[in-house]
């Protein structure tokens, strides 16, 4: 087997990382990097190239049973390059804005604090707090008929949120949860638990400020 060291130099990614910067390299010489030897039969080169085919069919059902089903691929191996993997999403993440508290929930969505209608809104996260994706689900007074779990998480589920935020605004002005918005976030928080996304905070929005259950020690 060969390793990145028995390389001949111009064959060498690491030489070349430093040569030329690491947008230069190709994908495989990126893998070599991370594998660092390739195993008895296989250098790593080969190893690289089979790796990166099977990255190549696509990251969403990429698991460590899968990489260690490459031959010569063991589990320290194939579960570091899973979390490069992970690491590269969390910080190239769209939006790349995170949530840490209510306050930035509500800076987020404070356009429809006085808007004349409710919103019901939801954010996902992923592990690093960062926001996949903001949405409307559903405009209307709030009860529990319209507020059902599988609106609220199927979006959740298939962005692969670590957790969940979910905001409606009271155009009332009240800053109170009223006994329907208590139940529908304990209702919540129940199926949270169930689909293992965290319910991290339901925020009530008004133009003179918020109220968040989870400051409130509700959630």
């Known amino acids: 087997m060969k390793s990145i060291h028995?390389?001949?130099n111009h064959d060498k990614p690491r030489e070349k990382l430093a040569a030329k910067g690491v947008q230069a390299l190709k994908n495989e010489e990126l893998m070599a990097l991370l594998l660092g030897r390739g195993v008895q039969g296989k250098d790593v080169r080969k190893l690289a190239k089979e790796i990166v085919a099977l990255?190549?069919?696509?990251?969403?059902?990429?698991?460590?049973?899968?990489?260690?089903?490459?031959?010569g691929l063991g589990k320290a191996k194939a579960s570091q390059i899973l979390a490069a993997i992970e690491l590269g999403k969390r910080y190239l993440i769209?939006?790349?804005?995170?949530?840490?508290?209510?306050?930035?929930?509500?800076?987020?969505?404070k356009?429809?604090?006085?808007?004349?209608?409710?919103?019901?809104?939801t954010i996902t996260l992923d592990g690093a707090s960062h926001i996949i994706e903001t949405r409307t689900v559903f405009i209307g007074t709030?009860?529990?008929?319209?507020?059902?779990?599988?609106?609220?998480?199927?979006?959740?589920?298939?962005?692969?949120?670590a957790g969940i935020i979910i905001a409606h605004n009271h155009p009332s002005g009240t800053l109170e949860p009223s006994q329907a918005d208590i139940q529908i976030t304990r209702r919540l928080d129940e199926?949270?638990?169930?689909?293992g996304i965290e319910l991290l905070d339901h925020v009530i929005l008004t133009?003179?400020?918020?109220?968040?259950?989870?400051?409130?020690?509700v959630l």
């Open 6 to 8: 028995q390389l001949h």
């Open 55 to 71: 990255l190549d069919k696509g990251l969403e059902d990429l698991t460590l049973e899968l990489l260690c089903s490459i031959h």
């Open 94 to 109: 769209r939006s790349n804005r995170r949530i840490t508290d209510a306050a930035e929930v509500y800076q987020e969505l």
């Open 111 to 121: 356009v429809f604090a006085d808007r004349a209608q409710e919103y019901f809104l």
């Open 142 to 161: 709030l009860n529990q008929s319209l507020v059902h779990p599988r609106e609220v998480f199927a979006d959740a589920i298939a962005d692969r949120a």
């Open 191 to 195: 199926v949270a638990k169930l689909v």
């Open 207 to 217: 133009k003179e400020g918020y109220y968040s259950f989870s400051d409130e020690g």
